[in-house]
């Protein structure tokens, strides 16, 4: 019982391992739009596009059994970290 507990555990910090590896490749991404919007004065947010990203997670979420609200929370504390990175605040 102990070991399965261990091998579910074990699962767990690898999908983690993930998840933290994932989102600082996209970080890297939000750095280069970011230069791309300085370089060429573009506004930070675009309120459509982060709109229209939204509403795709959270219909992703939905249909893997993901939790609306718990989908949208993450994808702000996503946006908030791009526009912080991005040298700005939105």
Do not use: H, T, W
């Not at 573009?42 to 982060?50: A, F």
């Not at 219909?59 to 908030?80: A, C, H, S, T």
């Amino acid at each position: 019982m102990v070991e399965d507990i261990k091998s579910l555990r074990d699962r767990i910090n690898d999908f983690d391992n993930s998840i933290i590896e994932i989102l600082a490749r996209r970080m890297k991404v939000v750095k280069k739009v970011g230069e791309f919007k300085k370089k060429y004065n573009l506004p930070l947010c675009d309120v459509k596009r982060q709109a229209e990203v939204l509403d795709i997670r959270i219909k992703q979420g939905k249909n893997v059994g993901l939790n609306e609200k718990f989908v949208k929370e993450l994808y702000n504390l996503i946006f908030d970290e791009a526009r912080r990175l991005q040298g700005r605040k939105g």
